[in-house]
Each structure stands twice: as structure tokens, then as C-alpha cells.
């Protein structure tokens, strides 16, 4: 310590200068230093908050459209009596047509299947064969042993690669099970996709950035 002391008192006043104000600069350097990762590390905080708020408001936006899908699927399987054991299913089928050309959520289509779970009607007609068994299925083979609608994980149809998930309704008259309607629903339909378009801008102007896969 006393040598760094004389070795101070040795030095002239343009060398003390110097090194006073080099001193300085490196605490000022490890001050901006140390500030700087503070703020990084809370800005990568907020963004990961605001990704997972965003996620959270587009996951509430959704379940929110398959509640009113499923709604949508039971007024619509009250248009008709879709009893699998009725010789004539015209009025089922033309309400399966219906939902296909106006309905907000089943426009890829629908199946009618009888009680095992075997398609008696599909719409359009050339997509599933009749009598093809469906009870393979987990998603209906779920719903013929509940009684209650389920949900399908989003698969692929084959025909034209178009995206869909499928909602399951078990159709029970006075307690009897008649069959199952099945709607599906085209997941690049706007109803869908309009969530997932506004978190992708809502993620970019608040800095976060949501991928659409």
C-alpha cells in the first residue's frame, strides 16, 4: 500500500489526471453494465408475462368457440329425430346440409352414426363410406359410453388436407341412445383462426412474438 501511495505522490499532474479519469470510466462502464442486465433481465420478464397472459386470453377465446360449437351442434340435432333405427333419414340429412352450408362451425361437415358407432350419413356423401365402424375411435368411443359430447385431437382429412376437429354428440331420447352426430369443424375457418391472427398481432406490438404453427 505505501509503495502504490509513493509511486501516486511520484507522479505528475497530468498523469494523475489521467488516471482519475480512467478510473472513472470503468466504474462508469460497470455501472452502465450492471444496469444494462437489470433491464434486460425485466424486459425478458414482462415479455415472458405477456406471452403467457396472451396465451391465456387466446386458450379462454377458444374454449369459448367449442362451448358454442357444441351448443351449436345440439340445436341443430333438434331439427330432426336422428334415431338410427328410422327407415327414412331424409330430414337428417337435410340438416346435415344445412349445417355444411351455413352453420358458423361445421362447414368441413358432418356423420351420422347409429349406436355402436357405424356411419349411417355423412356429409358430403363421398367422404365416409356407410357402415364404416367408428367405435375405434377413442373421441367416440368416449362419447357411445358417456352419453356426453367429446372432442376429437385436430387431425387431418384426407381428401383435401384441410384441418378439423370433430365434436361427438351422443343423440339420447327418454333415455335411449339413438346414435351419434358428429360435426366437424374446419380449424381454418375464421371463427377459429381469428384468435390466433389477433394474439399474433396483439403478441408483436407488446414485443412478444406467438408463432402459428
Known amino acids: 500500500m505505501n509503495r502504490l501511495r509513493n509511486w501516486l505522490n511520484q507522479l505528475n499532474l497530468w498523469p494523475r489526471m489521467a488516471l482519475s479519469i480512467s478510473i472513472g470510466f470503468i466504474f462508469l462502464l460497470l455501472a452502465f453494465w450492471f444496469l444494462g442486465e437489470r433491464a434486460l433481465r425485466e ?10 397472459a396472451i396465451t391465456q386470453v387466446v386458450a379462454n377465446q377458444i374454449d369459448n368457440r367449442l362451448v358454442q360449437a357444441q351448443m351449436e351442434l345440439e340445436e341443430s340435432s333438434k331439427l330432426a329425430a336422428f334415431d338410427a333405427g328410422s327407415p327414412d333419414l331424409t330430414a337428417e340429412m337435410a340438416v346435415m346440409a344445412a ?25 358430403p356423401h363421398d367422404w365416409w363410406a356407410a357402415g364404416t365402424d367408428l367405435s375405434n375411435l377413442s373421441f367416440v368411443a368416449a362419447g357411445l359410453a358417456e352419453r356426453s359430447a367429446t372432442f376429437s385431437p385436430p387431425f387431418i382429412l384426407a381428401d383435401d388436407d384441410k384441418p378439423v376437429l370433430a365434436i361427438a354428440l351422443p343423440i ?35 414485443h412478444a412474438v406467438l408463432v402459428d404453427g
Open 99 to 123: 349445417m355444411a352450408a351455413h352453420s358458423s362451425y361445421f362447414s368441413a361437415g358432418s356423420i351420422f352414426t347409429d349406436s355402436t358407432g357405424r356411419i349411417l350419413l355423412s356429409y
Open 172 to 206: 339420447v331420447r327418454e333415455g335411449r341412445l339413438q346414435g351419434v352426430l358428429i360435426g366437424l369443424m374446419d380449424l381454418g375457418n375464421s371463427v377459429i383462426s381469428q384468435p390466433l391472427q389477433e394474439a399474433t398481432i396483439l403478441g408483436q406490438t407488446a
Open 43 to 52: 424486459s425478458r420478464e414482462r415479455i415472458l408475462d405477456e406471452r403467457l
